[in-house]
């Protein structure tokens, strides 16, 4: 896979110092030491309050060092790609933050990182500061191990933490509502792909239709390998595992974290999943969803959560320094706010009959339902194919609604058109006519003859859309159509909407519309909202000629 770097050597440090130049307003500093000590401190620190130290390998980011700040980590120590600091450098970290008042670590539950802070803290107690450490193993993917990894849910513990320290708290009742706090942490995480790391070769080890259960934030293998479902079936089963190891009974916080290269979108999309299931039903706070301990580019999540009591919810409803923070936020069901009605929606559009009407309004639409795989093959050569089936379905709603329209009423007819094609055409296409029309009605009901009020119907629509004759799109053919409409009559207008239409086949490029973004030449091929135009003329002149 592709990544945006210099060299694998210098990609984390290059990265740190980024985010330095980016926090803003000096709120932020690093430990002289590149590239063997990489630690991201507070500028500010005086320390007369407990430190809280953190961190790990990069590629978790923002954890840890987008964590820095007022009431959440004091520093981070970063290590290599998913490597553990060294101890060094989680030593100089101690030194640099810490007081009389001490120095707490928060680790994750792995060898390399226990090993290193673990020795970095035995070294800084030899020297003479008060330290403590707190290891957090939230993972459940493997119910019956004996040491869980530590995953997304140590955010919890950094915020309640950084919360007490900045409080003022001493060093023994932090550190004790730390360790709790970390005991009544579950967290599990889903995969669609493995992650791949700058500078190495990759090879995704997932199927297909594979999906991992379980898996952690280092890109290694998950529990159990999963079929891709629809995302409510995915979040239920994290669901009922996550379910399985909490107190009903008991309120929680819910930590939504994308793993790195979940879209947005789908992020949301999975959020609403979880508050939908059974698990919401002990929610209180979520947090997120977004990037909060990610996975490089791992097309992932996580969900975590932590009992709550009213010193963590205090903490976790505090506000921090740290940007990269998603503030918790009470877990409310949406609010559905009623349509408004429009205010011209009255007595003018109740629905009432014209037989002449009725029959033009029926002869048109069933032209342009009966063109619709015509439409869709010239546009399948100057477009996205799909005009037939974009007008087809216009035509159909007004159809469907035929029997509610203010037939005897043209000015009304002609704005409740405009509103059926607003709401079921979609597309530009639809805007564009509903636009039309709205605006011919306008002129209609203001006295202008049915001529004078179409023509200011597509003044409207050229002003909004930007089109003109000459673009290659409708107006070829609608605006002479117009104009002879309103110079002679209907049949004269019918001519001139195919003669518009026929001269869109002799020009090379579109100037405007979808097909503008076509690069291939489109000589020899009708515009098809010109055609559709055409044919609209042509089937209301068939029509007036019977008649």
């Known amino acids: 896979m592709k990544h945006f770097f210099n060299r694998r050597e210098t990609i984390v440090s290059e990265a740190l110092d980024g985010l330095l130049r980016t926090i803003g307003a000096g709120d932020l500093a690093r430990l002289d030491g590149y590239p063997e000590i990489k630690v991201v401190l507070r500028a500010d620190w005086d320390r007369t309050k407990v430190s809280v130290v953190s961190g790990g390998g990069a590629g978790h980011e923002p954890s840890h060092a987008g964590f820095v700040g007022k009431g959440m980590l004091t520093a981070a120590v970063s290590g290599e790609i998913f490597a ?11 030194r640099a933050v810490t007081g009389p008042a001490g120095c707490l670590l928060i680790v994750k539950n792995y060898t390399g990182d226990r090993l290193n802070f673990g020795l970095a803290a035995e070294k800084a107690r030899a020297e003479g500061f008060r330290v403590e450490m707190v290891i957090v193993a939230d ?33 023994a009742d932090i550190a004790a509502a730390a360790r709790a706090a970390a005991k009544d942490i579950v967290s599990l995480g889903m995969s669609l792909s493995s992650c791949s790391i700058p500078g190495q070769p990759h090879e995704d080890r997932f199927g297909e239709n594979d999906g991992e259960l379980g898996l952690g934030i280092h890109g290694e293998p998950g529990v159990e390998r999963i079929a891709v479902q629809s995302a409510d079936r995915l979040v239920a089963i994290m669901a009922e595992r996550l379910a399985a190891r909490l107190d009903p009974a008991a309120s929680h916080a819910l930590l939504i974290n994308n793993l790195g290269s979940v879209p947005p979108l789908e992020m949301s999309l999975v959020a609403n999943a979880v508050l939908a299931s059974p698990l919401a039903k002990t929610i209180k706070l979520t947090i997120g969803p977004g990037p909060l301990m990610t996975a490089l580019n791992m097309n992932g999540f996580s969900l975590s959560l932590i009992r709550l009591d009213a010193v963590r919810e205090k903490a976790l409803l505090a506000p921090v320094g740290p940007h990269a923070w998603m503030p918790a936020r009470p877990f409310v069901s ?20 014209d037989a002449r009407t009725r029959r033009l309004v029926v002869s048109i639409c069933e032209r342009l339902i009966a063109l619709e795989g015509t439409l869709n093959g010239l546009d399948a050569k100057a477009g996205d194919g799909d005009t037939g089936s974009t007008v087809a379905t216009g035509a159909r709603s007004v159809l469907e609604r035929l029997d509610m329209l203010p037939l005897a009423d043209p000015a009304a007819t002609l704005g409740a058109v405009g509103d059926i094609l ?30 004078k009020a179409l023509l200011a119907g597509l003044e409207r629509m050229t002003f909004y859309g930007g ?33 518009g239409a026929e001269a869109t086949s002799a020009m090379d490029r579109a100037k405007a519309g979808r097909s503008a973004y076509v690069g291939s030449k489109l000589q020899g091929v009708v515009d098809p909202g010109a055609y559709a135009v055409a044919e609209a003329f042509a089937a209301a002149a068939t029509l007036l000629a019977a008649a």
């Open 467 to 499: 089109a003109k004759v000459g673009d290659r799109t409708m107006i070829d053919a609608l605006e002479p159509a117009l104009k002879a409409l309103d110079a002679g009559g209907l049949e004269e207008a019918a001519t001139a909407a195919r003669r």
């Open 84 to 94: 553990s600091p060294s101890v060094e450098a989680v030593l100089a970290a101690i």
């Open 139 to 171: 993972d459940i993917a493997l119910p019956d191990i004996a040491q869980p990894r530590g995953v997304a849910g140590t955010l919890f513990v950094h915020k309640i933490s950084g919360h007490l320290s900045e409080a003022g708290h001493d060093l």
């Open 334 to 353: 949406p609010s559905v706010v009623p349509i408004a009605k429009p205010a011209a929606e009255g007595a003018a559009r109740k629905p009432s009959q």
């Open 422 to 451: 607003s709401t079921s055409m979609g597309g530009s296409s639809g805007v564009l006519l509903s636009i039309f029309f709205t605006a011919a009605a306008q002129a209609l009901d203001g006295g202008a003859s049915v001529a």
